[in-house]
């Protein structure tokens, strides 16, 4: 079926193809900085928003504040005028392409909060000219493109796939991942008319080696809903077999290497703490929120979500157990050292990260729980975690290591020293393997 094509569509596609469009990227965090730097770097003008005016005037100096993007990669494109950065949302009516990147949390009662969606969309509504094209990249609910944001873009009387164009690509950043990078990940472009989905197909090709259209928005969302899900699902598994195994003292981590040389009908994953980061803890909730419409019930996502979240637990139980057996003591009034407050290796990023759980509840049994993370300096301010905030890691010292009770280990940084740990702590609850992976055979280590 042909697409018929307004004259404002064809303009704007010409401007794409021949990398003169206008990029704007809404939000300056883990998602929107790689894709703004990436557009940049492929010669495209962009403009970035974001309403923390340190982060623009960190972009516009040619700074970084997120470690694994390079200054070195936004100096040149700040110089040269390829990446400007601006907290005037006011300016959106400049950008071509808008591309949305702000959070999607949830409430407190595990529901979906889009008001950072909602009040970004009114915002370009503001401004929203004929021949723009508007693309949300945040993690949300299949629906949420059609039935929250095309309604208030319309409230002006411009029409979706008509005077403006609306799509939905789903993010796929891997915070530290040195694989795969944002220019190196394939994106899915989902629209519900065909102009709008040729033209985010046209915008993507400048930065990815391949760009995938899937017949709706919808689609797209449940895209990437899928993803996450599929890793929080066999997250769960392996946590869960990490108990059954333990009990039969067997090695997890020594049954997941195994199986994982099956070259078909397997894929690894690894237990820890809890699950983190800004997806995988989320997500779920997001499409078990919406199934509730269609009176669907995902039992095997919420049995999974559960057990996740009763990780902590365990956890906290082990190393209360242990002290107990090793020492004769429990919890109260103990030192205890939580070695890594990231979500994830090699990352400054905390968002929803299970080592914030774990010293509350450490905290809330009695125990002093003091941190350290070589990527991670302070904790800042977070809604979920208010008796965490602001508070500093502490340095590295052996000799100190050697006054905590235990050290619990949350994150498998690669830049600690796992033998001078091994060689100062009195206990090591390790929820990473690292000791194992790091080569050290320890009564002193014990796995959780």
């Given at each position: 079926m042909s697409i018929e094509w307004p004259a404002h569509g064809l303009k704007l596609q010409a401007r794409i193809e021949g990398g003169t469009a206008i990029i704007g990227v809404i939000g300056m965090g883990y998602v929107g900085l790689p894709l703004a730097v990436a557009f940049g770097e492929a010669g495209c003008p962009v403009l970035a928003f974001d309403v923390d005016q340190a982060k623009i005037d960190a972009l516009e100096a040619g700074k970084s504040y997120i470690k694994h993007i390079d200054a070195a990669r936004i100096a040149p494109l700040a110089r040269n005028?390829?990446?400007?950065?601006?907290?005037d949302l006011g300016r959106l009516d400049e950008a071509d392409v808008v591309l949305i990147c702000v959070p999607t949390p949830l409430t407190r009662h595990l529901e979906p909060d889009l008001k950072y969606v909602e009040s970004t969309t009114r915002a370009i509504a503001k401004t929203l000219r004929r021949g723009q094209l508007v693309i949300l990249e945040s993690t949300t609910y299949p629906g949420t493109t059609a039935?929250?944001?095309?309604?208030?873009?319309?409230?002006?009387?411009?029409?979706?796939?008509?005077d403006f164009f609306l799509a939905y690509s789903p993010e796929r950043e891997d915070p530290g991942n040195p694989t795969y990078s944002t220019t190196k990940i394939p994106k899915v472009v989902g629209a519900d008319d065909g102009v709008s989905a040729t033209l985010a197909l046209s915008v993507y090709r400048h930065i990815v080696p391949q760009a995938i259209q899937v017949s709706s928005?919808?689609?797209?969302?449940?895209?990437?809903?899928?993803?996450?899900?599929?890793?929080?699902?066999?997250?769960?598994?392996?946590?869960?077999?990490?108990?059954?195994?333990?009990a039969m003292d067997i090695d997890v981590w020594e049954v997941i290497d195994a199986a994982k040389s099956k070259p078909f009908g397997f894929m690894p994953f690894y237990p820890g703490p809890g699950l983190g980061g800004h997806c995988i803890p989320i997500d779920p909730f997001y499409l078990t929120w919406k199934a509730r419409e269609y009176n669907q019930h995902t039992k095997f996502i919420e049995l999974a979500g559960q057990i996740n979240a009763d990780m902590p637990q365990h956890v906290v139980r082990v190393l209360a157990d242990t002290m107990d057996a090793r020492f004769g003591r429990g919890l109260r009034g103990a030192r205890i050292l939580v070695l890594g407050v990231a979500y994830k290796k090699n990352v400054e990023d905390i968002r929803e990260s299970p080592s914030l759980r774990l010293m509350e509840?450490?905290?809330?049994?009695?125990?002093?729980?003091?941190?350290h993370d070589p990527?991670?300096?302070?904790?800042?301010?977070?809604?979920?975690?208010?008796?965490?905030?602001?508070?500093?890691?502490?340095?590295?010292?052996?000799?100190?290591?050697?006054n905590y009770d235990a050290v619990l280990i949350a994150t498998d940084h690669d830049a600690v020293d796992y033998a001078g740990l091994a060689g100062a702590a009195k206990l090591i609850v390790d929820t990473r393997n690292a000791c194992g992976k790091a080569g050290i055979v320890s009564d002193k280590v014990v796995r959780a």
């Open positions: 005028g390829k990446l400007k950065a601006t907290a039935e929250v944001m095309q309604p208030i873009l319309e409230e002006g009387g411009l029409v979706a796939g008509k928005a919808a689609t797209a969302e449940a895209v990437k809903i899928t993803e996450n899900v599929f890793r929080a699902v066999n997250i769960a598994l392996v946590n869960e077999l990490k108990l059954i195994f333990t509840m450490i905290e809330a049994r009695g125990a002093i729980a003091d941190f990527h991670v300096a302070q904790i800042d301010n977070t809604r979920e975690h208010p008796t965490l905030n602001f508070r500093h890691g502490v340095a590295w010292d052996e000799a100190e290591i050697a």
